[in-house]
Nanobody, 118 residues
């Protein structure tokens, strides 16, 4: 069965860096577009970044220039390098597989908490 397991969140001071990862299993990882979403308390879940099967990327304006999404198909792992973190980046970060047919997320990980202190 499809599994997405995030790790690498934590507590960091403003201006610091974190690199969450998402280990995928149960499907052919290299064939799928993948994405990172986040949800802050009291807010809706929002798209942070996505990466296609061919490696092309998209970033939300709020993280452009600070975050980098990448993938290692040999390790079936998705990454999110987060630099210059701000308190407003505090959220639970989720990785998601995007459906080949609809482009919408069809599987989610359990999430990893990222907290940025000021």
């Amino acid at each position: 069965q499809v599994q997405l397991v995030e790790s690498g969140g934590g507590l960091v001071q403003a201006g610091g860096s974190l690199r969450p990862s998402c280990a995928a299993s149960g499907f052919t990882f290299s064939m799928y577009n993948m994405a990172w979403y986040r949800q802050a308390p009291g807010k809706e879940r929002e798209l942070v970044a996505r990466i296609s099967s061919d490696g092309s990327t998209y970033y939300a304006d709020s993280v452009k220039g600070r975050f980098t999404i990448s993938r290692d198909n040999a390790k079936n792992t998705l990454y999110l390098q987060m630099n210059s973190l701000k308190p407003e980046d505090t959220a639970v970060y989720y990785c998601a597989r995007r459906s080949i047919y609809t482009g919408r997320p069809d599987y989610w990980g359990q999430g990893t908490q990222v907290t940025v202190s000021s």
